[in-house]
């Protein structure tokens, strides 16, 4: 098992005494490998909140979390060895372009594993890996990361965590911000390190589309409780986000659309542009 | 009558790097235009010389008829106000309240005025509950929503939103677009520079930029009828649109335009 939460509950203190509830009792498992999850949810549904858990960056004010057979409860524990499972389990905030500081791409890439006492010519190698797995080229290197387009920067912040080789990496919105054409090249991206490493990732993401495209698994968040885990399609199929106020992907409601005016034997549930076109040409063959 | 004149606008961060390249538009007064191109086209680097943030090395730019330049730009930074997309880069107040009344501080409101237009804002945008709280304590969504309280406070006649609902979930999204409509029909001109399509569509108009050149400028109706513009620069068309504009049957690319634009 990579992380189970059991009975996760966290409340944010707050000035005028009176606490925060951002998750609430949530019971999940996600596997050491193979999973693709993305994480939905309201603005304050409490996603960034969960997802500060799966590396211990915040301890639970009840109920525990298990990352890799530690025990994560309220209280810090001094056999666990916390600095490890962060480095097992990677993140990377919203944004994580901001926290590029070094003048060259590979120092900023080798950053991490240097703090982890990795050798020099270690972290060299590993930063060139890394950079490749996010598809740069060495040329890069010695470029200067402010120099770069926000795309790329978005890239070389992920490799400084892929650096480290985290067994889980968690991803806080990382399309946010980038056109579409971006946050489709981003997400090939994370699809093809998946497939190379069977990582497990996990992304938080407000774009149903994508989920759809790329998910096999989707995790719904609501007012801080989990209110679905399972497929995307059983998700579309599912009353869950009417009830949440949650969009549906592009295609299908397209699709719904055109059935419901035109009177259509249609199955809306399609995937992609050219899915939804081969569709509609199906049920119109004979008009 | 022009509200925002762009007048053979050239604007380079370097000898390398082009910005903007002789940029020529007219913005009407209660208009809303929607700004779209591929990242690097120029877009912000548009909206930050349409409120004297960058200065453009060539031609020049009219606020209400007056030349934008040193000395008049503190009066018209007033009329313009600019939301940007990460609101953690334009947070100064300790608590919500604070952050919404600082522009209007600068404008030396009066206390009263001012602590009634906090209260009233901060309800428009929904945050109400949250005025006591620190602006770090905030969800990304959330502090984009002060943020552009703080803006709506000041009483500026033409507002501009880089990518300001890029963070925002949908149904939040959906909120602000709602208001933003309301805004418009109460006359103010609204630019906003988006990668989605599906807002952009609300425009009466779309600015389409490439590679720092302006590309296209029309009526939305007029663009969406020529999806090779967007291909040509790396855009997204709306899902209904890019099936209809391959689809066989024609009742059915009837309807998908219809759904396209009742949006």
């Known amino acids: 098992m990579g992380i189970r939460f059991n009975q996760v509950t966290h409340e944010y203190a707050s000035y005028s005494k009176v606490t925060y509830k951002a998750i609430h009792n949530i019971s999940l498992s996600i596997l050491e490998h193979d999973e693709f999850i993305a994480l939905v949810g309201h603005t304050g549904s409490g996603k960034s909140t969960l997802a500060k858990h799966m590396n211990a960056l915040i301890f639970p004010t009840s109920g525990t979390v298990e990352i890799f057979n530690n025990i994560i409860t309220k209280k810090r524990d001094k056999k666990i060895k916390y600095n490890s499972i962060r480095k097992s389990v990677g993140l990377v905030f919203q944004f994580p372009e901001y926290q590029l500081f070094e003048d060259t791409v590979e120092k900023d890439i080798m950053f991490g594993p240097l703090n982890f006492k990795v050798s020099i010519e270690e972290a060299k190698k590993v930063a060139l890996e ?21 795309g790329e920067k978005k890239r070389v912040s992920i490799a400084g965590i892929l650096a480290l080789d985290p067994e889980i990496l968690v991803l806080d919105e990382p399309t946010s911000g980038l056109d579409p054409e971006g946050k489709n090249i981003l997400m090939r991206l994370f699809k093809d390190i998946h497939k190379k490493t069977n990582k497990t990732i996990i992304i938080i993401t407000h774009d149903m589309d994508l989920v759809y495209q790329y998910f096999n698994r989707v995790l719904v968040l609501k007012d801080g409780e989990l209110s679905f885990d399972g497929s995307p399609e059983r998700l579309f199929k599912s009353d869950i986000l009417d009830k949440n106020h949650l969009d549906f992907p592009n295609t299908i409601k397209t699709l719904k659309h055109i059935k419901e005016t035109m009177n259509l034997d249609i199955n809306i549930y399609q995937k992609t542009v050219e899915d939804v076109i081969k569709e509609l040409n199906r049920v119109t063959k004979n008009e | 009558m022009s509200i925002i004149s762009v007048r053979d606008v050239s604007f380079f961060y370097n000898e390398k790097k082009l910005g903007l390249k002789n940029i020529n538009i007219e913005i009407n007064k209660g208009e809303w235009i929607a700004i779209l191109g591929h990242n690097g086209s120029g877009k912000s680097t548009l909206a930050k010389t349409l409120v004297g943030l960058l200065e453009p090395q060539k031609g020049e730019i009219l606020i209400d008829q007056v030349l934008l330049n040193d000395e008049t730009a503190y009066e018209l930074r007033k009329k313009i106000g600019i939301v940007f997309q990460n609101p953690d880069n334009q947070f100064v107040g300790v608590t919500v309240r604070d952050d919404i009344a600082f522009g209007m501080e600068n404008l030396c409101v009066p206390r009263e005025e001012m602590l009634q237009k906090i209260e009233f804002y901060a309800k428009k945008v929904g945050m109400s509950k949250f005025l006591d709280k620190q602006p770090s304590n905030l969800s990304g969504g959330q502090k984009q929503r002060v943020a552009i309280a703080g803006i709506l406070a ?51 108009k779309m600015l389409i930029l490439n590679k720092g050149e302006l590309y296209a400028f029309e009526e939305t109706a007029e663009i969406l009828k020529k999806p090779e513009v967007f291909h040509e620069c790396h855009l997204e068309l709306p899902v209904a649109l890019e099936v209809a504009s391959l689809v066989k049957n024609i009742e059915v690319k009837e309807k998908l335009w219809e759904y396209a634009l009742t949006k």
């Open chain 1, 130 to 150: 890394s950079l490749e797995l996010v598809g740069l080229d060495e040329s890069y290197l010695n470029r200067n990361p402010f120099n770069l387009s926000g």
């Open chain 2, 154 to 204: 000041m009483h500026s006649d033409i507002l501009i939103f880089d990518e300001a609902t890029s963070m925002l979930d949908p149904y939040t999204r959906n909120d602000l677009i709602n208001y933003i409509k309301t805004l418009n029909k109460e006359g103010l001109t609204i630019i906003m520079i988006t990668h989605d399509v599906n807002e952009a569509l609300l425009a009466d």
